[in-house]
């Protein structure tokens, strides 16, 4: 398993804790044997979080879905970790910030 990877399903661990609903399913998806769901599901995700302004769709479905199309396209990794702890150390910079006042 390479470095991107190893962190890429580090993301997937984080996403599991966070929302322990979906530690099951997304167990199951991350699997070989799911790539058959796996990338429908990611294209169908981004659409829905492109068309996040419609009621039920939203934002959290354009990242989860490049995460589930990362598993399979191996470019795809180096910049969404990137993104991803780059986003992470705003968050964590701006929740400080906002501590701070």
Request: glycine share 8%; proline share 7%; hydrophobic share 50%.
């Amino acid at each position: 398993m390479s470095k991107e990877n190893a962190r890429l399903h580090r993301q997937f661990d984080r996403i599991g804790r966070a929302v322990p609903a979906s530690t099951g399913f997304l167990n199951w998806v991350r699997q070989p044997s799911s790539r058959w769901v796996r990338i429908p599901l990611g294209i169908v995700l981004i659409l829905g979080g492109v068309f996040s302004f419609l009621p039920i769709l939203g934002v959290w479905m354009l990242p989860l879905g490049l995460f589930l199309l990362a598993l399979d396209l191996p470019f795809l990794q180096g910049p969404l970790n990137r993104l991803t702890l780059w986003a992470q150390r705003k968050w964590t910079n701006w929740r400080r910030s906002r501590r701070k006042s």
